[in-house]
């Protein structure tokens, strides 16, 4: 069992900037592939950024390519989420994810949501235009 705690979430201006941080905590934590998803109201579960386990690779969604920056820190077991110039349609509750891989996620592994196994209970972010 793997539990996920965000944190980071607030309101800011539109071209401000956010970090978010998620910590993990279990057994064999440290041995996850992380992801970031989005969701805000009437609208699906988006993909926004994953990292592989050992953090050398990375997968972001189109939308937020060059303004975030996923990364993973494995002696804290938290994996954290950079976003600049944020736009007001980056509004959402944001969550991350846990995927029990050591190898090299395919990208559709890292964009399903479905496929990881655990998930937090979200921070939420809001952009003010």
């Known amino acids: 069992q793997v539990q996920l705690v965000e944190s980071g979430g607030k309101t800011v201006h539109a071209g401000g900037s956010l970090k978010l941080s998620c910590v993990a905590s279990?057994?064999?934590?440290?041995?996850?592939?992380m992801g970031w998803f989005r969701q805000s109201p009437g609208n699906e579960r988006d993909f926004v950024a994953a990292?592989?386990?050992?953090?050398?690779?990375?997968y972001y969604a189109d939308s937020v390519k060059g303004r975030f920056t996923i990364s993973k820190d494995n002696a804290k077991i938290t994996v954290y989420l950079k976003m600049n110039n944020l736009k007001p349609e980056d509004t959402a509750l944001y969550y991350c994810a846990a995927l029990k891989e050591r190898r090299t996620l395919t990208t559709a592994q890292a964009m399903t949501s479905g496929r990881y196994d655990y998930r937090g209970q979200g921070t939420q972010v809001t952009v003010s235009s």
């Open positions: 990292i592989g386990w050992s953090g050398g690779s990375t």
């Open positions: 279990g057994r064999s934590a440290s041995d996850y592939a």
